[in-house]
């Protein structure tokens, strides 16, 4: 009896770890942010991809790509495609946030300028590259005032971002608090305010908030829930990173905070690589954006649209409606 008991154990535990590893469980996570139906057939639809564990998927190509219409599978013969990179039709807010607050000024300041430094040179494109003016960034700090500080608004060039960074010297502050919620919170509020612009001139944006401390909240402003509740309200186009340095920092709460990433530097020999680090996933989140264009063979009636994509044997999909009303013969890709 007691040899069943233990096979029955067996037997369910390993039920349990094959249910785990198994593949078919996981699915690749498609987010839809917008669609743009023209004539005389052209449907486009702007989406996102993140992978199994919720990583952002960059480098997919038409391959990885499946369209259906009303569940029916449509070849490439039927309908042209293409993913298509149109930099006039999306653009990537990026802010880097800084702790400039007393403690910073004081020990770090050095390194954060250098740290900073590589993160823009890693994730803003050189002039002449394909996504060239794409990705748009800004850098702020905080410290101890209510009101988060500007150092350079956003830009492409990263001559202005370095040029910036380097004229950071120890009297840029007079106050040696911490205002972090007030940072992040704030932070989150302007690129919102940017996407929601970009959106009404009829550009799709999306965005990433870097926030850099070496310590928890100190100033009171605002609280750790207000944060919290500013997270969970957000454009879920936003992604958030937080980067840590030293021992004096809440771990928990910065990695709470950091949504989409979180990366602790336990000294200042770290912390270039830690930025570096963030700076890899935020180059993979902005461009897990597709805007994939094709030519639909409906000429009439409303219409389901599936799009399938499928990465290393795991596949994911999202399901839209358009109007086919008024489609004609005629449809090409630019």
């Known amino acids: 009896m007691k040899y069943l008991k233990l096979l029955l154990i067996l037997t369910i535990a390993f039920s349990v770890h094959s249910c785990k590893k198994d593949p078919d469980q996981k699915h690749l996570k498609l987010t839809y942010i917008d669609k743009m139906v023209e004539a005389p057939a052209n449907v486009s639809i702007i989406f996102k991809v993140n992978d199994a564990v919720n990583y952002p998927l960059p480098g997919l190509v038409e391959s990885n790509f499946e369209i259906y219409e009303d569940g029916k599978l449509i070849s490439e013969f039927e309908a042209a495609r293409k993913i298509q990179d149109k930099p006039e039709k999306f653009k990537f807010n ?36 394909s996504d060239y003016q794409e990705i748009l960034m800004a850098v702020k700090w905080f410290d101890g005032e209510k009101n988060i500080h500007d150092l350079v608004d956003y830009t492409f060039l990263k001559s202005n971002l370095i040029s910036s960074i380097n004229q950071i010297d120890q009297n840029i502050s007079s106050d040696n608090s911490t205002n972090l919620y007030g940072g992040i919170i704030q932070g989150i509020g302007n690129i919102d305010n940017r996407v ?31 944060v919290t509740d500013v997270i969970n309200k957000r454009n879920p186009s936003i992604a958030l990173y937080t980067i840590g340095l030293g021992g004096e920092i809440d771990k928990n709460t910065l990695e709470k905070f950091g949504k989409n990433g979180f990366e602790f530097a336990e000294n200042l020999s770290e912390l270039i690589p830690k930025f570096e680090a963030i700076a890899q996933f935020v180059k993979d989140e902005a461009k897990s954006y597709y805007l994939f264009e094709y030519c639909s063979p409906k000429r009439s009636g409303t219409h389901s649209l ?29």
């Open 94 to 129: 990026l802010l880097l946030m800084l702790d400039l607050s007393g403690s910073v000024l004081d020990s770090s300041l050095n390194s954060l300028k250098q740290a900073s430094i590589s993160f823009i040179n890693s994730v803003m494109p050189n002039e002449g590259s």
């Open 196 to 226: 929601t612009l970009f959106a009404e001139a009829g550009i799709i944006s999306a965005g990433a908030l870097i926030t850099f401390t070496d310590g928890s909240d100190q100033a009171g402003w605002y609280t750790s829930n207000q």
């Open 306 to 334: 599936k799009i399938r994509v499928t990465s290393e044997r795991i596949s994911g999909e999202m399901t839209e409606t358009f109007s086919a009303e008024d489609f004609t013969g005629g449809c090409t890709l630019e």
